[in-house]
């Protein structure tokens, strides 16, 4: 068998575990402490632009309804004292999802502000094809003339925009076409 702890042993226990505990509380404050100031930290940076968003619906509601671009485009608006420029893009629906229907229109919305800021190249190429056909019939030769036109028109934009902020999007009335709109606040 063991021998049996000393009592002045037995007396520190106490204490020990005092102190011991006292370490683990203080450690658990800290932590709690840290845990907090984060929290903190993280609200104090979503407040500003949950404010920032809530700021902007009046804008959103505008271009719905009365602007000149709600099915597509980009113009300058001014807000609050702010020039504003918003780009609506169209994207039809089909079989895309939402989140589908956001990545294409926030793609096609960039385009637009680009272009509406640097101008864009445009070419286009126009073919025209003729041809005939002879055929042989009881009373003569018979010609049929055929003609196919094609035009392809090509626009490019070059450059680069940053800090563009979502708006928005919204559905058509019969659902078969999102509209997503961007801005950027221009100085």
Excluded: H
């Excluded at 993280?42 to 949950?50: D, K, S």
């Excluded at 420029?85 to 994207?91: F, I, K, Q």
């Excluded at 864009?120 to 010609?143: A, F, P």
Aim: hydrophobic share 40%.
């Amino acid at each position: 068998m063991w021998p049996s702890p000393p009592k002045k042993k037995r007396m520190m226990n106490p204490i020990l575990r005092f102190l011991f505990n006292f370490e683990v509380i203080v450690k658990k404050t800290r932590l709690r402490l840290m845990f907090l100031k984060r929290i903190l930290l993280l609200f104090l940076i979503a407040l500003p632009l949950m404010a920032s968003a809530q700021s902007f619906d009046q804008v959103l509601s505008f271009i719905k309804t009365r602007s000149d671009i709600r099915e597509g485009g980009c113009d300058l608006f001014q807000y609050n004292g702010q020039n504003l420029l918003v780009a609506v893009s169209p994207v039809a629906v089909g079989t895309k999802s939402e989140l589908n229907c956001k990545k294409v229109g926030g793609a096609k919305a960039k385009r637009d502000m680009l272009s509406f800021i640097n101008g864009s190249e445009i070419t286009s190429c126009t073919q025209l094809t003729t041809s005939e056909k002879t055929s042989d019939t009881l009373k003569g030769q018979r010609v049929e003339l055929e003609q196919s036109y094609c035009e392809t028109i090509r626009e490019r934009v070059v450059g680069e925009i940053n800090m563009t902020v979502p708006l928005g999007g919204w559905y058509s009335e019969d659902r078969s076409v999102y509209y997503y709109a961007l801005y950027k606040i221009i100085e």
